[in-house]
Nanobody, 124 residues
Framework: QVHVVESGGGLVQAGGSLRLSCLGSGRTFGNYALAWFRQAPRKEREFVASISWEGSIIFYANSVKGRFTISRDNAKNTVYLQMNSLKPEDTAIYYC?????????????????WGQGTQVTVSS
């Protein structure tokens, strides 16, 4: 089983950038697909982006496509979410999630282990 911990959240002005990191520990990180989800106050958790274990399959939510980039470095057991052109509506707690296997589903129910989340706040 792989366990994950997020970092890199913070407060940024609209139009700014942040890079989130998700550090994995435990079994071979490269055998797992990972995803980022987010949850804003009074809203349901939603899919943001996902990546297969070798990085060849990537999905994005329409709301972040063209602004966010997901990537991974298996040698460092880390997945990144580069967030550019941030908007106030991107404000949320961002969660990293991991699942065994290659396919990076966009459904939360497919993921076995979740981090505690990192807060991202975008001011207008």
């Amino acid at each position: 089983q792989v366990h994950v911990v997020e970092s890199g959240g913070g407060l940024v002005q609209a139009g700014g950038s942040l890079r989130l990191s998700c550090l994995g520990s435990g079994r071979t990180f490269g055998n797992y697909a990972l995803a980022w989800f987010r949850q804003a106050p009074r809203k349901e958790r939603e899919f943001v982006a996902s990546i297969s274990w070798e990085g060849s399959i990537i999905f994005y939510a329409n709301s972040v496509k063209g602004r966010f980039t997901i990537s991974r470095d298996n040698a460092k057991n880390t997945v990144y979410l580069q967030m550019n052109s941030l908007k106030p509506e991107d404000t949320a707690i961002y969660y990293c999630a991991v699942r065994p296997g290659n396919y990076p589903y966009n459904r939360a129910s497919e993921y076995d282990d979740w981090g505690q989340g990192t807060q991202v706040t975008v001011s207008s």
